[in-house]
């Protein structure tokens, strides 16, 4: 049984969605400051939010990464010193890159750990042995890359790799997109991505019907790669990652929990129990996602990797309806509502460990004891007090509401 074992690192988009990562498994979080980082509509850290953020990670044993993987014009250079020597001041794990620039300036500005961005779409070994002779410590590949490939470039190039094991996909190389540029005037290399890919287009090549000519011919299925776990081990991967730093709270924890739990049971037994990989899989459906695809983990992704709507199957995706914020025999549990409920509605507390499992909403109240029939978004909810229920846990329910 192989002692190896690769870290899960988890998207967070928000301070909030740090900390959900964290406790529910994830061995490291990446995160983005306000400026240098391609999500521009993520929420995004504050220097304060990013110093509060590694000392909570660094606390619990988990690191943190901040992404600077923006192409930069000379411009945008000129603040990204001060910003680099403030990273390195609060202990930034490591910095993701993707421009010469910013590795030659993060270079010359700190200490911290280089990782080279997905962004630079690097596919072999000499573009592993250069970036290594830059500075770099770690390298993203791009996700056309299979395992077994990474495992070669890993052992040959001596550096650490990372690769994506869930998450949405480009249909350009990793990143290097511009449809968005020609149609939203957004530049999807400097955080602008209006995921243009996803829309449906009409074709016009003679076409006869309406029908006929509509398709998401640049779409692609999103990536799960859970089957795939045993390959990243035996070729030592030391990173994989979860897409989606502008995804929800409940695809953070979810997403933690359920990688970090199967790879510690692989690690135990050598083997998953085919039972236990369905409820992993399950787990992983209950989120809002699109088909999912192995992409070019095994073989390169082929044509049964493009996403049509009509294949999306929503029936089984629940939403997070709030936050367990306190849990104790005395005040009962008490959460924090991000979604309204009624009294009666089916919902479940995701712990950090184990199952996810009912709670009793019959008997919902306020803090001033007064009875609840439906609650409120952002106003705090109290449920008779259940074992097992911590605070810091996520609670959802099927479907919207
Ligand atoms: S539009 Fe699609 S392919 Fe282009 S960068 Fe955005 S997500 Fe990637």
């Known amino acids: 049984m192989s002692s190896f074992m690769p870290e899960i690192l988890a998207p967070a988009g928000s301070l909030d969605k740090l900390k959900v990562a964290v406790l529910y498994g994830a061995n490291a979080v990446y995160v983005g400051g306000q400026k240098f980082g391609l999500r521009t509509a993520a929420e995004n850290f504050t220097t304060d939010e990013l110093r509060e953020g590694v000392i909570f990670a660094h606390a619990r044993g988990a690191k943190v990464y901040v992404v600077l993987n923006s192409f930069l014009h000379d411009k945008d250079l000129t603040e990204l010193p001060e910003f680099v020597e403030f990273l390195d001041k609060i202990k930034v794990d490591a910095v993701i890159v993707s421009d010469l620039g910013v590795v030659r300036t993060v270079r010359k500005h700190s200490s911290i750990d280089v990782h080279v961005s997905t962004q ?17 410590t770690r390298i993203v590949l791009g996700r056309e890359v299979s395992v077994k490939e990474a495992g070669k470039i890993k052992r040959e190039a001596g550096i650490e790799i990372e690769m994506f094991i869930h998450g949405s996909m480009c249909m350009a190389y990793s990143g290097n997109c511009v449809i968005s540029n020609f149609t939203q005037g957004r530049d999807s290399n400097r955080g602008g991505c209006a995921h243009s890919c996803r829309f449906e287009y009409s074709l016009d090549m003679g076409l006869d019907t309406k029908e006929k000519r509509k398709a998401y011919f640049m779409s692609s299925k999103d990536l799960e790669g859970i089957r795939v776990l045993p390959e990243f081990i035996k070729e030592e991967i030391d990173s994989l990652k979860i897409e989606g ?27 998953f129990l085919s039972e236990k990989l369905l409820s992993w899989e399950e787990e992983l459906g209950k989120v809002s996602h699109r088909a999912y695809t192995e992409a070019s983990l095994v073989e390169p992704a082929g044509a049964d990797s ?15 309806v709030g936050t367990v914020v306190e849990a104790n025999a005395k005040s009962g549990i008490i959460i924090e509502v991000r979604n309204a409920f009624n009294q009666g509605d089916y919902i479940e507390v995701i712990p950090f460990e184990g199952a996810a499992f009912a709670l009793n909403t019959q008997e919902m109240m306020d803090l001033s004891l007064a009875p609840v029939i439906r609650t409120r978004p952002s106003t705090l909810v109290r449920l008779p007090y259940q074992a097992n229920v911590t605070v810091h846990n996520l609670v959802r329910a099927r479907g919207t509401k």
């Not at 730093?245 to 924890?253: D, E, F, N, P, V």
């Not at 493009?306 to 939403?319: K, L, S, Y």
């Open 120 to 136: 630079a779409s690097t596919l072999n070994v000499e573009a592993a042995k250069l970036w290594k002779n830059m500075g770099a």
């Open 245 to 271: 730093r502008m995804k929800s709270h409940l695809y953070a924890g979810t997403m933690s929990k359920v990688y970090s739990e199967a790879l510690n049971y692989y690690k135990d037994h050598g083997d």
């Open 306 to 320: 493009i996403f049509n709507e009509r294949e999306n199957n929503t029936d089984n995706e629940w939403q997070m």
